[in-house]
């Protein structure tokens, strides 16, 4: 079973921005597709962003687009979320997630290896 590690989560005001780090112990992150979720209190668990196994190809929620950017370096087994101008709306639990496919998906339900979480608060 394999224990993703996830970094970078605080607090910040609206507008600002943060980076998430997410890394893998394996060493071929190449043969898995990656992505982000993210769980408000009260709501349930939602896909933020994902890339392919090759990194040609991302998709993102219409609430992350234009704000959010997802990224691998599989030298160094870690991918990453950059979110700019954050909004209070964009509070919750950050989560990362990993499976050996092609072509990735914002279903949490396609994943088959997760992070623990890191908490993400944005101040008004």
């Known amino acids: 079973q394999l224990q993703l590690v996830e970094s970078g989560g605080g607090l910040v005001q609206s507008g600002g921005s943060l980076r998430l780090s997410c890394s893998i112990p394996?060493?071929?992150?190449?043969?898995?597709?990656i992505g982000w979720f993210r769980q408000a209190p009260g709501k349930e668990r939602e896909g933020v962003a994902c890339i392919n196994r090759s990194g040609g190809g991302t998709n993102y929620a219409d609430s992350a687009k234009g704000r959010f950017t997802i990224s691998r370096d599989n030298s160094k087994r870690t991918w990453y979320l950059q979110m700019n101008s954050l909004e209070p709306g964009d509070t919750a639990v950050y989560y990362c997630a990993a499976v050996s496919v092609r072509l990735c998906t914002l279903s949490d339900a396609s994943y088959a290896y997760w992070g623990r979480g890191t908490q993400v608060t944005v101040s008004s």
């Open positions: 394996v060493y071929t992150l190449e043969y898995y597709a």
